[in-house]
């Protein structure tokens, strides 16, 4: 069940969703290891949005795994797909339709999945989307514990909020066609 919250909190969770499908994307095409399951603890800050500190994730491989076949599917709308592994470094290079608009990102990517990573990506878009002709998101995440008692893969627990399960969220009818109407 999708739970109410803000357009905010909703775009910030889309943003969580596909930074985490940069990374799966990447560790599709390279090899990259998949994070580690359980509790991780993401760090997310777009410029010109105010902070709304740390959210939680509770992850396994499945829910890795979906958001890959979710990426799978974006893929199909990018010309470009560039994506480059050295070292503890990975770096993605895309463009791709959403809608009307076309975007172009370059996102890097450096640190363990197992543990901790961080990443920075800056993508434009031509003509602007809802007004923003670019962004940059700036990303850390840690790995904490396995997930509490209580939590299942996907729930996504954001500061002052209630959780939401994004397995459940992208897997929903109303979010299904949300997407569509965006295309």
């Known amino acids: 069940m999708i739970r109410r919250f803000d ?3 909703l775009s910030m969770l889309l943003l969580i969703g596909l930074a985490a499908s940069a990374i799966s994307v990447a ?3 390279v ?3 998949k994070r580690k399951s359980g509790l991780w603890e993401v760090n997310m800050q777009m410029d010109g949005a105010p902070n709304m500190g740390a959210i939680q994730q509770c992850i396994d491989q499945n829910t890795d795994n979906m958001m890959q076949q979710y990426e799978k599917k974006a893929k199909s709308d990018c010309s470009v797909m560039d994506i480059k592994h050295q070292g503890n470094k990975f770096t993605l290079h895309s463009v791709c339709k959403f809608g009307g608009t076309v975007s172009t990102s370059d996102a890097v990517f450096t640190g363990s999945f197992d543990s901790a990573y961080e990443g920075e990506i ?3 878009y031509s003509p602007p989307l809802h007004g ?3 962004t940059k998101v700036s990303l850390e995440a840690k790995w904490l514990s396995p997930c509490q008692p209580g939590q299942k893969p996907g729930d ?3 500061p002052n909020m209630k959780g939401v399960n ?3 969220m992208m897997n929903s009818p109303k979010f299904q066609e949300m997407l569509k109407q965006q295309k």
């Open 7 to 9: 357009i905010h909190s």
């Open 27 to 29: 560790a599709q095409a």
């Open 132 to 134: 923003r002709a670019e």
């Open 31 to 33: 090899d990259i290891p």
């Open 166 to 168: 994004i397995n459940e």
């Open 156 to 158: 996504v627990m954001l």
């Open 122 to 124: 800056k993508t434009s």
